[in-house]
């Protein structure tokens, strides 16, 4: 007699590359609504890059203004590395753009979601979408 054994789902991995630990905060809680999740957080742009390679996460959300690196620089490496080109990114900021800007960024990341949205609502439904196109939001993980 023979057994079947499935191997259980990992849950996705998700760096969280923010200076802010309020914003982070928010985004975990945000992201809990959602799926299930393991989250790595970073507090700088450096850090950030140094825990993608580290921690090869499946998905980066990514604030645009942080002293020590632009989020713009932190994407622009991710996107130059062959180690890191292949990781979704999904800009969470506050930062107003200029169209130049947003188009610039729409090019290499997956969504750009703002953190001033006004209602929790509407920035779950984004961060939803943004994760299912990314292909990682699995339906056994929805909270």
Known sequence: M???FIAPKTPTKILIID???AFRYLLKDLLAEITCAVIVEAASGAEGLR???EEQPQVVFLDLVMPDMRGFEVLERLKSNP???CVPTIIFTSKHL???EYDRLVAKAVAVISKENG???QTIAQIQAALTKA???AADCLG
Request: net charge negative; hydrophobic share 30%.
């Open 2 to 4: 023979t057994t079947d």
């Open 19 to 21: 200076d802010e630990e």
């Open 51 to 53: 825990q993608v390679l």
């Open 83 to 85: 180690e890191t080109c």
């Open 98 to 100: 200029a169209a130049s």
């Open 119 to 121: 209602s929790p609502q």
């Open 135 to 137: 292909g990682l939001l």
